[in-house]
Protein backbone atom coordinates (compact mmCIF):
# COMPACT_ATOMS: atom_id res chain seq x y z
CA UNK A 1 0.00 0.00 0.00
CA UNK A 2 1.31 3.58 -0.91
CA UNK A 3 1.78 6.18 1.87
CA UNK A 4 -1.56 8.04 0.56
CA UNK A 5 -3.67 5.56 0.51
CA UNK A 6 -3.13 4.92 3.82
CA UNK A 7 -3.53 8.48 4.65
CA UNK A 8 -6.82 8.81 2.91
CA UNK A 9 -7.89 6.15 4.84
CA UNK A 10 -6.73 7.15 7.80
CA UNK A 11 -8.07 10.62 7.13
CA UNK A 12 -11.41 8.54 6.45
CA UNK A 13 -11.41 7.17 9.58
CA UNK A 14 -10.70 10.18 11.95
CA UNK A 15 -13.90 12.21 9.26
CA UNK A 16 -16.08 8.88 10.21
CA UNK A 17 -15.11 8.65 14.33
CA UNK A 18 -15.39 12.70 14.33
CA UNK A 19 -18.76 12.38 13.60
CA UNK A 20 -19.67 9.57 16.09
CA UNK A 21 -18.15 11.73 18.11
CA UNK A 22 -20.56 14.58 17.85
CA UNK A 23 -23.03 12.39 17.89
CA UNK A 24 -22.40 10.58 20.92
CA UNK A 25 -22.10 14.32 22.40
CA UNK A 26 -25.52 15.19 21.06
CA UNK A 27 -27.02 12.61 22.26
CA UNK A 28 -25.49 13.00 26.07
CA UNK A 29 -26.82 16.68 26.03
CA UNK A 30 -30.21 15.08 25.01
CA UNK A 31 -30.07 12.68 28.05
CA UNK A 32 -28.82 15.25 30.15
CA UNK A 33 -32.00 17.64 29.72
CA UNK A 34 -34.19 14.19 29.78
CA UNK A 35 -32.48 13.42 33.34
CA UNK A 36 -33.18 17.15 34.82
CA UNK A 37 -37.04 16.72 33.74
CA UNK A 38 -36.82 13.85 35.47
CA UNK A 39 -35.32 14.81 37.85
CA UNK A 40 -37.41 17.99 38.53
CA UNK A 41 -40.58 15.91 37.94
CA UNK A 42 -39.72 13.45 41.08
CA UNK A 43 -38.46 16.29 43.60
CA UNK A 44 -42.25 17.75 42.41
CA UNK A 45 -43.97 14.71 43.40
CA UNK A 46 -41.99 13.62 46.16
CA UNK A 47 -43.21 17.63 47.49
CA UNK A 48 -46.42 16.49 46.56
CA UNK A 49 -46.36 13.28 48.78
CA UNK A 50 -45.18 14.99 51.51
CA UNK A 51 -48.45 17.61 51.59
CA UNK A 52 -51.06 14.78 51.24
CA UNK A 53 -48.87 12.91 53.86
CA UNK A 54 -49.15 16.07 55.99
CA UNK A 55 -52.63 16.41 54.91
CA UNK A 56 -54.26 12.72 55.90
CA UNK A 57 -52.06 12.79 59.09
CA UNK A 58 -54.07 16.24 60.26
CA UNK A 59 -57.21 14.35 59.47
CA UNK A 60 -56.18 11.15 61.13
CA UNK A 61 -55.27 12.90 64.18
CA UNK A 62 -58.27 14.98 64.34
CA UNK A 63 -60.10 11.59 64.53
CA UNK A 64 -58.07 9.88 66.75
CA UNK A 65 -58.55 13.12 69.73
CA UNK A 66 -61.81 12.92 69.23
CA UNK A 67 -62.10 8.86 69.52
CA UNK A 68 -60.01 9.06 72.42
CA UNK A 69 -61.32 12.34 74.39
CA UNK A 70 -64.97 12.84 72.39
CA UNK A 71 -64.33 17.03 72.58
CA UNK A 72 -66.55 18.29 69.49
CA UNK A 73 -64.07 20.71 68.76
CA UNK A 74 -62.04 17.94 67.13
CA UNK A 75 -65.27 16.55 65.71
CA UNK A 76 -65.83 19.54 63.97
CA UNK A 77 -62.37 20.03 62.96
CA UNK A 78 -62.63 17.24 61.33
CA UNK A 79 -65.74 17.90 59.33
CA UNK A 80 -64.10 21.18 57.89
CA UNK A 81 -61.07 19.57 56.87
CA UNK A 82 -62.67 16.77 54.92
CA UNK A 83 -65.82 18.61 54.00
CA UNK A 84 -64.40 22.18 53.18
CA UNK A 85 -60.83 22.28 52.27
CA UNK A 86 -60.62 18.46 51.08
CA UNK A 87 -56.97 17.88 51.13
CA UNK A 88 -57.08 14.74 49.19
CA UNK A 89 -59.19 15.79 46.38
CA UNK A 90 -56.98 18.89 46.30
CA UNK A 91 -54.66 16.66 45.96
CA UNK A 92 -55.12 14.41 43.45
CA UNK A 93 -56.47 16.81 41.44
CA UNK A 94 -53.02 18.74 41.73
CA UNK A 95 -51.59 14.62 41.03
CA UNK A 96 -53.85 14.44 37.71
CA UNK A 97 -52.41 18.10 36.38
CA UNK A 98 -48.91 17.13 37.33
CA UNK A 99 -49.71 13.51 34.72
CA UNK A 100 -50.21 11.04 37.00
CA UNK A 101 -51.89 7.79 36.33
CA UNK A 102 -55.05 7.20 36.06
CA UNK A 103 -55.53 5.15 38.57
CA UNK A 104 -55.31 7.56 41.22
CA UNK A 105 -59.12 8.23 39.80
CA UNK A 106 -60.26 4.79 41.25
CA UNK A 107 -62.17 5.06 44.51
CA UNK A 108 -60.65 3.00 47.11
CA UNK A 109 -61.11 2.00 50.80
CA UNK A 110 -60.31 5.47 52.29
CA UNK A 111 -63.78 6.48 50.09
CA UNK A 112 -66.29 4.56 51.54
CA UNK A 113 -65.11 5.14 55.34
CA UNK A 114 -67.04 8.31 56.90
CA UNK A 115 -66.90 9.38 60.44
CA UNK A 116 -70.21 10.12 61.49
Do not use: C
Not at 42 to 52: I, Q, V
Amino acid sequence: MRISTITNWAYGITVLLTGLSGAAFLMSVHSAQVERAAVETHLTFDAFAEDLAVAVEELTDEARLYAVRGDARHLNAYRYEAGVTRPRDLALKRARTMGAAPSLDRPGRHDRLALF
